[in-house]
Structure formats: C-alpha cells, structure tokens
T-cell receptor, first 116, second 112 residues
C-alpha cells in the first residue's frame, strides 16, 4: 500500500519569500510522484511529476521539486511567492506513470497563504 | 481541444436517494477515473474505467457504481446516499490506463 504525508495543513509566507511545501511518501515499489494545485471551486491542475531520471523536477509557474529516495521525500519549492500562488496543494503517489488501476494516492493537502 | 467537463456543478440530495454524476473526457482519452474529495481532505480514488470496463477500484462500497460509454464519457452512480457522501466528486481522463490524468472541475454533492 502507498501513502502520502503532507506536513502542515496550512503554510503562510510573505509575497516574494521562499515557498516550501513538504511531502513524504511510503511505497513498496519505485514511486511516481506528483504535485497538483487546486484553486477555489476548481479541479486539480498538475504542477509537476517525477517518473524516472533526473531527481530535480521543474514544473509550471516556477515550481520545482526534488525526489530524495533516502528521505522518501518530494518537497515542493518556489524561490519567490506570488499572490496568485495562494491555493491548495496536493502531493500524490502512484505505482504507475499516471495513476493506473489503483489510481493516485493523495495527501490531505496544504493550504498556501500568501501575505502581502 | 475541449478539456474534461462534469455535470451538474452542484446538487443537493436527501439521505437514501440515488444520484448520477456525469463526465465527458478530454478528446481522444479512453480512460476515466473518479475520485471523492471530502471537505478538507485529499481526493480518494473510487474507480477507473477503460474502454467501457471497470479497470480498478478503491475502497468504496458497491453502492458506488459506474459506467463508461462508447464515446468514453462516464457516469458515477451512488445509491442509498449517506450524509458522509457529501463531497466534491472529481473525474479525470487519460490517454491510457496509466497515462497522465487530466481533472475536471468537479461536482459538489450535498446530502441532507
């Protein structure tokens, strides 16, 4: 069975500051890892994903994440927060590149608040 | 290219009733997955349909059922609604069973 833990249900940063959202996973097989963003009253949008190869993954809107197998982590970062980054962020894990028969397993989410 | 669409946007049902939610997949996508997102929680996988057959299922009771049609659109049916079924229901389509999932905006179901 796979699982995801997102540390911090709410994270507050100032505009222009570093964003760091934490994600740890558990998987018995090599994982595929994802970060999704959800704006109010909307569905999920894929920010980035790790499949194989380079452990530093760059995504949309200036976000990136680093896969660290030894730490079973896949933390999301952005060097400089923008007001438009305020949203709910979900980390997810799968045993297949996009989900498959067992679907994606999501964490509980982190609400990112940007202070002006 | 049209993205994933879901209908209705919102609906309110009474405990014990039945509900049908609909999803139109993105053009060319033959796989649809359904997720339930309770308030303050991450989405939970309900099931996946591939070429009109159920391809996998999460930990949901049989009163959650689905259909996929020849045009790859899909329905989620929930019988004997319970208060805990109140949630945002998300549909995601993909090019293949293990392909990247593209999510629709969701249907918010309230059970009273």
């Amino acid at each position: 069975a796979q699982s995801v833990t997102q540390l911090g249900s709410h994270v507050s940063v100032s505009e222009g500051a570093l964003v760091l959202l934490r994600c740890n996973y558990s998987s018995s097989v090599p994982p595929y890892l994802f970060w999704y963003v959800q704006y109010p009253n909307q569905g999920l949008q894929l920010l980035l994903k790790y499949t194989t190869g380079a452990t530093l993954v760059k995504g949309i809107n200036g976000f990136e994440a680093e896969f660290k197998k030894s730490e079973t982590s896949f933390h999301l970062t952005k060097p400089s927060a923008h007001m438009s980054d305020a949203a709910e962020y979900f980390c997810a894990v799968s045993d297949q590149p996009g989900g498959g028969a067992d679907g994606l397993t999501f964490g509980k989410g982190t609400h990112l608040i940007i202070q002006p | 290219e049209t993205g994933v669409t879901q209908s209705p946007t919102h609906l309110i049902k009474t405990r014990g009733q039945q509900v049908t939610l609909r999803c139109s997949s993105q053009s060319g996508h033959n796989t649809v997955s359904w997720y339930q997102q309770a308030l303050g929680q991450g989405p939970q996988f309900i099931f996946q349909y591939y070429r009109e057959e159920e391809n996998g299922r999460g930990n949901f009771p049989p009163r959650f059922s689905g259909l996929q049609f020849p045009n790859y659109s899909s329905e989620l049916n929930v019988n004997a609604l319970e208060l805990d079924d109140s949630a945002l229901y998300l549909c995601a389509s993909s090019l293949a069973r293990a392909g990247e999932q593209y999510f629709g905006p969701g249907t918010r179901l309230t059970v009273t």
